[in-house]
């Protein structure tokens, strides 16, 4: 409890709504919350022998809320999207990442994830993007968002949290979504994993993402965590 209180920096705000900003990583099912990259691990928690590590989803709208608490409208992502391209360039970007620094985070939903993370037994975990234009049909969104890896305790948590969140306001991953146009507008779900001690570690296509044929798979790894595959 005392690591809790002297490392966050949190804001309250009103309920927004009966459902809970965080869920077990099994529960997190919905693309429309938790992005495709969580719905399709929770996914496999019903598939029997695929072992999954455990974790937990934070909503995308928790960072709605702290987006939406803290920046003008004018600077919310979708505006930027669809907006002229001098507005996605770095030296306002960069103003726009140090405001949400600043920010403490909504109340309700850090507390839940605290708890999350307590739950697991406050493991090293990976804190990992999971936005809802990403890994999907139409975008996969590869190497546009963040990963933090290593991360332990409640205040490198926050911090990785953070980075997350602010690498949506990175030029290259504003352009990115700008050329695809969504419609809906972009946001960020967080997927938070007990990080496993690999030897080796890398990605699985069950497409084969350079032949572009389906039903043959490809492999791609390396030693250790994997970190210069992903």
């Known amino acids: 409890r005392r690591a809790r209180a002297t490392s966050l920096r949190i804001r309250h705000t009103p309920d927004r ?17 938790f992005g495709a990259k969580t719905a399709a691990l929770a996914a496999l928690w019903a598939v029997p022998g695929v072992r999954v590590p455990p ?8 960072f709605r809320a702290f987006i939406e608490g803290v920046l003008p409208a004018s600077q919310w992502p979708e505006r930027l999207v669809h907006g002229p391209e001098r507005e ?13 620094d600043r920010a403490p985070l909504p109340a309700r939903g850090w507390s839940e994830a605290l708890d999350a993370y307590a739950a697991l037994g406050a493991p090293v975990v990976a804190v990992r993007s999971s936005a809802l234009h990403e890994d ?10 963040s990963t933090a890896l290593g991360v332990r305790g409640p205040a490198a948590l926050e911090r990785a949290v953070r980075a997350v969140f602010e690498r949506l306001y990175d030029e290259r991953a504003l352009t990115y979504l700008a ?19 690999a030897t080796a570690a890398g990605v699985r296509f069950t497409d084969d993402p350079v032949r572009r044929q389906s039903g043959s798979m490809r492999v791609e790894a390396t030693l250790g965590r994997g970190v210069s595959v992903v």
């Not at 050329?179 to 001690?197: E, H, N, T």
């Open 136 to 145: 999907t049909r139409h975008a996969s969104g590869a190497g546009m968002f």
């Open 88 to 100: 996605r360039r770095e030296d306002r970007l960069s103003k726009i990442r140090a405001a949400l």
């Open 179 to 197: 050329r695809r146009a969504p419609k809906d507008p972009p946001s960020l779900a967080i997927l938070v994993q007990r990080r496993g001690a």
């Open 17 to 33: 709504h009966a459902m809970p900003d965080v869920l077990p990583l099994s529960a997190a099912r919905d693309p429309a919350r």
């Open 55 to 62: 974790g937990f989803a934070i909503d995308q709208s928790f």
